[in-house]
Each structure stands twice: as C-alpha cells, then as structure tokens.
C-alpha cells in the first residue's frame, strides 16, 4: 500500500484496514484480557474468530499476541516502556522480518495512545510499527488532547475499536498539525477533507463518503 514500507508492515497495515471496513473488527485496545477471549466477572465481551499466543516467555500480562484469523497481532501493556524491544521479538518470531525497522522513518507505538490507554485503564493496546512523520504528527495534537480528557475523566469502554483517526494515523498521514485548536466539527472539516482524500489515493474508500468525513470532523471535537 505504501511503496518502499516493509512488505509485512504492509500487511499489518492492511489487515487493520479490512478489518476496519468490516465493521467493528479493528480492535486496539481492551480493559481486560477476558474482554478479549471470554469469560470473566464484567460485561462480557468476546473477540470471535481468534485466540490468543504468548510472546516467547513473556507474561500475558505485558504482552501477548493475537491470531485473528492466520493474521499475528501484538497486544502490549500500555505502562510497560520495553515496547520497542517488545516489537523487535514479535518481528523476529511472527512476521518473519529480522527485528523491527530501525532509522529516523519508523516508530514503534501503540495504535490506541499509551497515555490515554493507561489512564483509561487499558490492560493492553495493540501496537505496530508505522511511518514516524505521521505518527508524531498525530502525537502532538490529536493524542495529546486524548491525555488531557482522560486526566480530567477516564475513558470507560471496556472495548477500543480503530477509527478514521487510527487509520490515518497507520497509514502515514501527516496532516494533523493542521486541525485547529477548536471545539468547531466546521472548523475541522478542512482537516477531515485532506484525511479522506490521502486515505483515497492510498485506495481506502470511505463507504459512506461525505457522510464519513463529517462524522470524522465532529469526532475530532470531543477529543481536542
């Protein structure tokens, strides 16, 4: 999808994607392992057509990894600051690739923010090796605004699922530095705009088009 990216990255990033467009199938972050597998005393919750591996000898608590479908995916505590290391074993062991990809290109991160994460109560959110220019993009306006909500009030979803956002965010988008500091979903459409249209020169359609890039706008008020 992206030229010159490693072609496993390039798969991870397209399975997020159809996941995505499925409909609910992207999960990035969870309260709880039994959110995942089953069971447990909470709501219950359960993600169908998995299951879950150990990372090497790794607890389950830092660290596991997801197998949706014959598609490997890691899970990792957002707290835990090893993530870097973490992600060159699951290059190694699951992706085939000779560790994780090293350079100022490339960042390791969690696909939900880490600061968010842990002050949402997430046990563990997915993570992924993706283009850093996007990534710190997003890190320094939108993920930043998702720290300070969940400072003033934690998250209570037991279940985080891809967004618009998350996507962008994957695929290498770079245009958040653009989206103003407004609670405005009018003042973020331009933003929006430029999202759905590089998502669409990568060839990722919105289904519900305009629609979706409106939605988008007024999402991006409730969390900056």
Known sequence: M?????APLQ???QVLVTQFLAGGEAWIGIASIDNIVGGGSGPRTIRLG???ETLGSRAVSKAFVWIQGNEPELWLDPRDKNYRDLFDEFARTRLGMAGRPTGSDWNVDHVFPKAAGALDGLSHVR???IGAPGNQALGRTVEKEMKQRADDVAGRKRVRHATWMTIGKAS???GWDS??????AAANATAARALFAYLAGMGITAPAGTLEERLTAH??????
């Open 50 to 52: 998995g299951r879950l």
């Open 2 to 6: 992206i030229p010159g990216w490693p």
């Open 127 to 129: 993570a992924m090796s």
């Open 219 to 224: 999402t991006l008020t409730r969390i900056r």
């Open 179 to 184: 989206l103003p500091d407004s609670d405005s």
């Open 11 to 13: 798969r991870q990033l």
């Open 172 to 174: 290498g988008f770079v």
